[in-house]
């Protein structure tokens, strides 16, 4: 069983997280989540979902000032951890080892013991401070994916743009879904062949 640690950050883009729970409350992950109190006003802001519904999705939640949790220590197993959506103080705080809090503190231990982390980092336009914290992470083994969705499977709403990021980030895990059609798939096929550009 794939034990997994999901932190939601206040960046604007909460149902990432949310969606990613609720695929993996369907499966045979054990999820960890961690809540920032940015992120819990992001919740209520962005979406219907209450605090209490989504906490439930995940196996084990934590107080986001529980420094002393299990998951604060590196003799915990877990096979890593994605923070989505990122915000740019929590990847300012990452980069830097600033372990204000149990996310921050959480993704240093992934870090430390060489554990996958995905950074879902959700700002836009980009300066050379943020880029050069991304670079720097980067340089520790660290995953930035931020929420850009492709459009080469013919999105038709929301949710399928949603799907496609919160499925790419179960690829790099190897965790099996169908949340979009892949490059190469019979559906995908048939688009290019009726648009004439199969070959």
Known sequence: MKRIIVGISGATGAIYGIRLLEVLSKSNVETHLIIT????????????????????????????????ADIASGSFHTDGMVVMPCSIKSLSAIANSFNVNLLIRAAD????????LVLAVRETPLHKGHLNLMMNLADLGVIILPPIPAFYFHPKTMDDLINHTVGKV???FHIEHDLFARWGSAGIKKTLRKKGLNH
Request: aromatic letters at 4%; a positive charge.
């Open 37 to 68: 109190e940015a992120a819990e006003r992001t919740i209520r802001m962005e979406t219907d979902w209450s605090i209490e519904k989504v906490k439930s999705l995940a196996k084990v939640v934590y107080d986001i000032k529980d420094v002393g």
């Open 170 to 172: 179960l690829d790099l």
């Open 109 to 116: 231990v992934t870090i430390k013991e060489r554990r996958k």
